[in-house]
């Protein structure tokens, strides 16, 4: 392969991208989405600062009954990130498909495919070149929607510290990974369909089954119950009146509360499995992580399924750096991250072996 030919392909594709009227649609929508999530953010943040200030000054008191909020920690604006996540889980599919879905079949339905491959220039530069193309566009749209959130953030007067800054740039990573999976498979369908129109139907059946179907599966009630049976339900007793019945009271509770955890941590057992496949779930799950990765160690560890004591003593574990608690959570989401890396590499080499060996007449 040559890096100058590769140069060149790689350049050509960016700009058709950026010249596109669907790229600067989709980019528009993509900075539309940051600057919602943005102004949503900066109101619950605001929120939940003041109810953790009044938690904190009740606590100083020696009050004992304080809300949940409390002991989850003091809120962080990067919370605002979890919620551009969630818009972007469907959109960065719809991006990704919409760079992706012609490429092959646009240059065979114009003929130009032929002109191409008619002059000293191989295959796989082609391919390559054109996916890297992509992957710059989409790298660029990130950068500037990285950039609009951080102006922003200080219009807001929110001045992220370095940790927090960290974190930012690893959403947009992520981010990235997220739309360019999708601009893979829609690469793969238009190196198979027969046109246009087929590849992008079939990139949206992948979309529907992989980031719609599959985490559905996991949560049908049918489908759990016949798995793992029924749920268990709490101890029915009446007021208790003896020491013996407060001791027998207290062993079902017990009895109840780690049948349920067992349960709970089967049920979120399935929903990984499945999440796996989903370029979906796997994007929720990693920007969770970075956004807000204090509740994602309570999920990841169980202690959202414990006593509510529990729940409070697991917290009070957790450190203050946010980015601390992330790198503490990798070993858990190693499967998320490996997924997140293999799914666009798998659907890119079917593309690059299906170009390199199609007969092109």
């Known amino acids: 392969m040559r890096t100058g030919i590769l140069r060149i392909i790689t350049g050509k594709e960016l700009r058709d991208q950026i010249r596109s009227k669907k790229f600067r649609t989709l980019f528009a929508i993509l900075l539309i989405i940051a600057v919602a999530g943005l102004i949503d953010g900066a109101t619950s943040y605001q929120e939940g600062l003041e109810r953790y200030n009044e938690m904190q000054a ?19 604006f990067l919370g605002a990130f979890n919620i551009i996540g ?17 490429l092959i079949t646009a240059e065979k339905e114009s003929k130009s495919l032929k002109i191409l491959l008619s002059h000293p220039v191989y295959r796989d530069e082609v ?26 953030m200080l219009v807001f007067g929110i001045v992220p510290n370095f940790e927090e800054t960290v974190r930012i740039l690893l959403f947009g990573i992520i981010s990235f990974l997220g739309v360019f999976t999708f601009f893979a498979i829609a690469l793969f369908m238009s190196t198979v369909a027969r046109n ?32 793992f049976g029924e ?17 027998e009271h207290n062993r079902l509770w017990d009895e109840y509360q780690e049948k349920n955890r067992i349960y709970q941590m089967k049920v979120q057992g399935l929903h990984d499995t499945t999440d796996l496949l989903s370029p979906t779930r796997n994007y929720m799950e990693m920007v969770g992580a970075v956004a807000d990765p204090r509740d994602t160690a309570a999920m990841v560890s169980g202690a959202f399924y414990l006593d509510w004591e529990d729940t409070k003593e697991f917290y009070a574990t957790l450190p203050d750096n946010g980015l601390e608690i992330f790198v503490g959570l990798l ?3 190693a499967k998320n991250i490996v997924a997140m890396l293999v799914v666009p590499a798998a659907f890119f080499g079917l593309a690059w072996v299906r170009f390199a060996r199609e007969d092109i007449r």
């Open 86 to 102: 969630y818009l972007l889980s469907t959109v960065a599919a719809v991006l990704g498909i919409a760079m992706g879905f012609d």
């Open 127 to 152: 391919i390559t070149g054109k996916a890297l193309g992509g992957a710059a566009a989409i790298a660029l749209a990130m950068g500037i929607m990285l950039i609009v959130s951080l102006a922003l």
């Open 331 to 333: 070993g858990s989401l």
């Open 58 to 76: 009740a606590a100083s008191e020696g009050e004992e009954d304080l809300s949940y909020s409390y002991y989850e920690g003091k809120p962080s």
């Open 196 to 227: 246009s129109g087929n590849a992008l139907i079939g990139s949206l059946a992948i979309f529907i089954v992989l980031g719609i179907f599959l985490p559905s599966l996991a949560g049908n009630g049918a489908l759990t119950n016949a798995l």
């Open 231 to 247: 749920r268990p339900e709490p101890p029915q007793t009446s007021g208790p009146s003896t020491f013996a019945d407060v001791e």
